[in-house]
C-alpha cells in the first residue's frame, strides 16, 4: 500500500474543499429574473442555487458546480441507495482474482447529444485526458493506482490497477473527474485541463440557455439512453442570499429550495409549520463530530475523553439548536453508509459517570473551587469553532456551560474557517468539529483520514496504545478483495475509534428540500452530490 498511501491523503483535502460553502452577497436582480422559455409549461422546475454554475468542465473543479455536472456527465458506475453501485453507463463490470484488473461491458446504443457514440475509444480518451493531468486528480485514490487502460473492443474497456484498491468502483461514481465528454467537446489538444469547447454528455439534460451569475436552462435529452425525467426543463437562478432565496420561494418564484445549508432550520420550519408547502429531510449524509486531540496530555487519558462525552446533554443540544432537523448521533458514521452497520456502545448524557471517570482519571475538584485540577494545574481546554456557522457557535457555548458542570473549564475560539483548517492539520488544537465526507466518499475516506498524516485527524489518534495496528487495519481495508475479511476489518476499525472517544459523534447531518405542492413527488439522492431532478414528478 505504500505507493498508494503517498498520496491518497490528498483526498481529505479536496473532498473537504467541496463542501465549504462561501457566502455570497444578495441579488435582487437575481431573485426576481425569470427565464421566459420557461414561463408557460406545465412541466418546468425552477430552483435556486447559490452560485454561479461555472463551465460545465467535468474534468475540473470549481466553478463548475457538482449538482449541474452531474445531469449532462454520466459515470461507468452510479451508487445508490445504501451504497449499492449499480450499473450505469458500463451494463456490468468483472473484476480479476488479484484485484488489479475491472473489465467493463459498455452499455449499447448510447450517444452524446452531439450524435457522436459512447464507446471505449472516448472513454479511453476520457481517461488519458485526466491521466495527463493526474497531479490535479491525485486525492482520488483509484487514480493513484491506475497503471494503464485499454480498449478491447467498441463496447469493452479496461482498467489495470498496479495494486489491489477496493473503492475504485466507489471513485468511479463521483461526479468529477471520471465522467466523460463527448469528441465535440475536447479542445483541439485534447487537453480538457484548459477548458472545452462546449458541454456535451450523455446525460439527461441538456444546457440550453445560460447567463452568467443569473440563471441557468437545461431542456431535456431527447435522445436520453435511459429513462426520461417527467419534467421537460429546469431553470437554476443564481440566488446566493439565503433568505433572498426563501423570499423568492414565498412569492412563487421557485419551486423548489433544495440542499446542505441552502436554507436556515428557522425558514426550514417556518415554512414547514405554515402548511402551505412540502418538506422533507434526508436520510444522513455526514455526521457532525468533536475532535478531541490526543496530543494534549489532558485528553492523552481515554477516561478524560469518556467523561467529556458524559458529560453533556447531547439529545437535548442537538434538538434546541438544531430545531430538530438534525438528530443526535450515537455512532461516529450513520449506517446508510456500506460497512457501517456495527454494534457499539452509545455513550449516554450521566454527569455522575463524568465525574467518576475525572476523579478516576486524577482531577480532584479542591474545596471552594469550580474547577478540577491535578497536580496544581486546573483541568482547562480550548474548543475551536467556524466563527461564520451559527450551529458550531451555539454548540460551543452549550458545551462551555455543560462542561463547568462537571468540573472542565472549556475557553471557546472562533476562527475563520481557513484558520480552523490549518490549525486542526498543524494539531494546534484541543477540541475541534469535524465532519465525515458522505456517498459515495464513505467509509473509505473516513477510515483513510484516521490512518494517513497530514490532515490532523490521525495526528489527534496518535497516542492511543493500538495506533500502529490501527493503521495496519485500514491499510488492509483499503486493500482487501475478500467482502467478509473487510466487513470485519471496518466492524473492528470502527469500534474501536467508537471505544476510544477520539472522534465524539453528535448529530446526523441531513439535506433539506421545500417545495411548492406542483410537484408530486421529490427523493433525494443517494450520492451526495448528485442532482435530483431525475426523479421529480410534477402535476400536469
Known amino acids: 500500500m505504500q505507493k498508494y498511501k503517498t498520496k491518497k491523503g490528498l483526498l481529505i483535502a479536496f473532498v473537504a474543499s467541496i463542501f465549504l460553502v462561501t457566502a455570497g452577497c444578495s441579488n435582487d436582480d437575481a431573485a426576481s429574473q425569470s427565464n421566459e422559455s420557461t414561463e408557460g409549461s406545465s412541466t418546468s ?52 482474482e488479484d484485484g488489479l ?25 476520457n481517461f488519458d485526458t485526466i491521466m495527463e493531468n493526474k497531479s490535479s486528480h491525485s486525492w482520488l485514490g483509484v487514480i493513484n493506482v491506475l497503471e494503464k487502460t485499454e480498449v478491447i473492443d467498441d463496447l469493452t474497456f479496461k482498467m489495470v490497477l498496479s495494486e489491489p484498491y477496493y473503492p475504485a468502483l466507489q471513485d468511479l461514481a463521483v461526479v468529477r473527474p471520471v465522467r ?25 439534460w441538456i444546457l440550453e440557455d445560460y447567463k452568467k451569475d443569473e440563471y441557468a436552462t437545461f431542456t431535456r435529452n431527447p435522445d436520453y439512453w435511459g429513462d426520461a425525467p417527467e419534467a421537460e426543463k429546469v431553470t437554476i437562478k443564481i440566488i446566493p442570499d439565503a433568505e433572498t432565496r426563501v423570499l423568492a420561494f414565498e412569492k412563487g418564484e421557485l419551486d423548489l429550495i433544495y440542499g446542505e445549508g441552502a436554507i436556515s432550520m428557522d425558514s426550514f420550519n417556518h415554512l414547514k409549520e405554515s402548511g402551505e408547502y412540502k418538506t422533507d429531510l434526508s436520510e444522513p449524509v455526514g455526521t457532525r463530530s468533536l475532535l478531541l486531540n490526543t496530543t494534549n ?24 439548536i438544531t430545531l430538530g432537523i438534525e438528530e443526535k448521533a450515537d455512532k461516529i458514521l450513520s449506517t446508510n453508509f456500506p460497512y457501517t452497520d456495527v454494534e457499539v456502545d452509545a455513550i449516554e ?21 469550580s474547577i478540577r485540577e491535578k497536580d496544581g494545574q486546573p483541568l482547562e481546554l480550548e474548543l475551536m469553532y467556524d466563527k461564520t456557522d451559527p450551529i458550531q457557535k451555539a454548540m460551543a457555548e452549550t458545551l462551555q456551560a455543560e462542561w463547568s458542570a462537571i468540573g472542565v473549564k472549556l475557553n471557546i475560539t472562533g476562527v475563520e474557517l481557513t484558520v480552523q483548517i490549518e490549525r486542526r492539520k498543524a494539531g494546534d488544537f484541543d477540541v475541534d468539529f469535524w465532519y465525515n465526507y458522505g456517498a459515495p466518499y464513505d467509509p473509505h475516506s473516513f477510515i483513510n483520514v484516521v490512518a494517513e498524516e497530514g490532515w490532523g485527524v490521525s495526528e489527534a489518534h496518535s497516542k492511543l496504545p493500538m495506533k500502529e495496528e490501527l493503521n495496519k487495519q485500514v491499510d488492509a481495508a483499503l486493500a482487501s478483495t475478500d467482502e467478509t475479511e ?55
Open 45 to 96: 422546475i425552477t430552483m435556486s442555487w447559490p452560485r454561479d454554475i461555472g463551465a460545465m468542465n467535468p474534468h475540473v473543479y470549481n466553478p463548475s458546480q457538482l449538482l449541474t455536472q452531474s445531469m449532462i456527465y454520466e459515470p461507468l458506475v452510479s451508487y445508490e441507495e445504501g451504497g449499492e453501485l449499480k450499473p450505469h453507463l458500463a451494463e456490468s463490470w468483472t473484476i480479476s
Open 101 to 125: 484488473e475491472y473489465t467493463f461491458k459498455l452499455r449499447e446504443n448510447v450517444k452524446f447529444t452531439d450524435g457522436s457514440p459512447f464507446d471505449a475509444s472516448i472513454v479511453k480518451k
Open 180 to 204: 466523460f465528454l463527448g469528441e465535440s467537446g475536447f479542445p483541439e489538444d485534447g487537453d480538457t485541463s484548459k477548458g472545452i469547447t462546449k458541454p456535451v454528455g450523455t446525460g439527461p
Open 297 to 320: 496530555e489532558k485528553l492523552a487519558d481515554l477516561n478524560v475523553r469518556l467523561a467529556l462525552q458524559h458529560g453533556f446533554n447531547k439529545e437535548a443540544m442537538v434538538e434546541g
Open 349 to 369: 448524557y450521566d454527569v455522575e459517570k463524568a465525574a467518576s471517570y475525572l476523579d478516576e482519571a486524577g482531577w480532584k475538584m479542591p474545596s471552594g473551587k
Open 486 to 540: 473487510r466487513q470485519e476489518l471496518y466492524g473492528t476499525i470502527l469500534k474501536t475509534l467508537q471505544e476510544q472517544s477520539v472522534i465524539v459523534p453528535v448529530s446526523y447531518m441531513k439535506k433539506t428540500v421545500v417545495y411548492q405542492n406542483g410537484i408530486e413527488e421529490f427523493v433525494f439522492p443517494a450520492n451526495r452530490d448528485e442532482h435530483p431532478f431525475n426523479e421529480i414528478n410534477v402535476s400536469q
